[in-house]
């Protein structure tokens, strides 16, 4: 497979990868507000070190209670739609959540795509409008499975190119992209974490494919994450793989003891 990735090791020494990213995907957890706020709090009030940005994405309802309370995160979205004002009922815009605080927003996530029947050209829409409203735009991709012949690299190649179609270069510098394969998500069946060598690799495919669509130094850039079931005993050897600039982390965020365990080492 390295023989399709020429320039790879310029491509390493291009990367940026000082600061280091932690989303916390609370997904439809939890049920009850006392429960939110008691995990907001933990995590809010930990001391989190200069080089990291711990971002918390709860589920909408709880915005209001957090956005006058923010002191070491910052919050994000898991969703949001690709306008922003008119008969959408039932959505939300870039520019609301935007206009809250909220700084970040998940974008393309595998969950929205197989519940919600998303579509790459609708996570198109999404992830221009939320860029051009200033927002960290976290684009999810992933394949459902894998295979020997690496037909899968190419299905990653597919996803990119539709999710950022059209993309205008200045919008670049807001764009992370998370690489989050949906076998490896803990409430996939026998999920599994994917293994340190293979991430290396994909997420050299990724910058690889986002330089060819973008043909731009920029591109470099890009912060690329990892998620699927990222928890307290493997986090660590997410965040040391070169190219990977921070963990995206589901089921393990509403967690107390996970959490406190990933934010203090
Ligand atoms: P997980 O979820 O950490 O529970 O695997 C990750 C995600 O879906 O974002």
Redesign the pocket.
């Known amino acids: 497979m390295f023989n399709k990735m020429s320039g790879v090791n310029k491509l390493k020494k291009d990367c940026k990868e000082d600061n280091k990213i932690i989303i916390l ?1 609370w997904k439809m957890n939890p049920v009850f507000l006392n429960e939110a706020e008691s995990l907001w709090n933990l995590v809010n009030g930990m001391v989190i070190k200069k080089e990291l940005t711990v971002v918390v994405c709860p589920p909408f309802p709880y915005f209001p209670r957090f956005t006058a309370k923010l002191k070491n995160v910052v919050l994000g979205a898991q969703d949001c739609f690709w306008e922003n004002k008119g008969p959408y009922t039932g959505e939300i815009s870039p520019l609301m959540i935007k206009n809250l605080g909220v700084k970040y927003v998940i974008l393309g ?1 595998s ?1 929205r795509r197989e519940n919600l029947n998303e579509t790459d050209e609708m996570i198109n829409k999404k992830i221009t409008a939320s860029l051009k409203a200033g927002l960290k735009t976290v684009f999810c991709v992933g394949e459902k499975t894998r295979d020997e012949k690496f037909a899968y690299l190419d299905f990653l190649k597919e996803q990119i190119e539709k999710g950022l179609k059209d993309l205008p270069l200045r919008f670049l510098k807001n764009l992370i992209v998370a690489y ?1 394969p949906v076998w ?4 996939a069946q026998n ?1 599994e974490a994917e293994t340190a060598d293979d991430l290396l690799t994909t997420s050299i495919f990724i910058r690889k494919a986002l330089f060819n669509l973008f043909n731009a130094k920029k591109i470099f850039e890009i912060p690329i994450l990892y ?4 928890d307290k005993n493997n986090f660590k050897k997410f965040l040391n793989i070169e190219g990977i600039s921070g963990i ?5 965020s509403i967690n107390k003891k996970e959490l406190c365990s990933i934010l203090k080492n």
């Not at 490896?184 to 409430?187: L, Q, T, Y």
């Not at 998620?227 to 990222?230: A, I, K, P, Q």
């Not at 995206?248 to 393990?252: D, E, S």
């Open positions: 995907n996530h969950e989050e490896a998500i803990s409430s999920a998620g699927g079931s990222v995206l982390v589901g089921g393990a």
